[in-house]
């Protein structure tokens, strides 16, 4: 129904900026929510932010708060992650996900139907 694709990801420097982007080649009347998780090496994959498609409400985990920003292009039907004052241990791959669950956006894995291949961002000390 909807396919998700991620880019933007790259090497930056432990303090720079890095912007993500997920793009939907599919569309989908059904996706209420899209959100952005992240998945470090050797641990297992946690929630970052997510925007409800509906008003443009966002979500972020305590770890990006302030420092994170995720919008929306609903033209464009792409979701961007601005990610500022990056730290090393905001490096992971980096994976846009949808679900048509309704309400507040939900932060665990299984409640999202599509998901992208991910994006890999490292972030130097």
């Known amino acids: 129904q909807v396919q998700l694709v991620e880019s933007g990801g790259g090497l930056v420097q432990s303090g720079g900026s890095l912007r993500l982007s997920c793009a939907a080649s599919?569309?989908?009347?059904?996706?209420?929510?899209v959100a952005w998780f992240r998945q470090a090496p050797g641990k297992e994959r946690e929630f970052a932010a997510a925007?409800?498609?509906?008003?443009?409400?966002?979500d972020y985990a305590d770890s990006v708060k302030g420092r994170f920003t995720i919008s929306r292009d609903n033209a464009k039907n792409t979701v961007y992650l601005q990610m500022n004052s990056l730290k090393p241990e905001d490096t992971a791959v980096y994976y846009c996900?949808?679900?048509?669950?309704?309400?507040?956006?939900?932060?665990?894995?299984?409640?999202?139907?599509?998901w992208g291949q991910g994006t890999q961002v490292t972030v130097s000390s």
């Open positions: 996900a949808a679900t048509a669950v309704i309400g507040v956006p939900p932060r665990r894995t299984y409640a999202y139907n599509y």
């Open positions: 599919r569309r989908s009347v059904s996706t209420n929510t």
């Open positions: 925007i409800r498609w509906s008003d443009g409400y966002t």
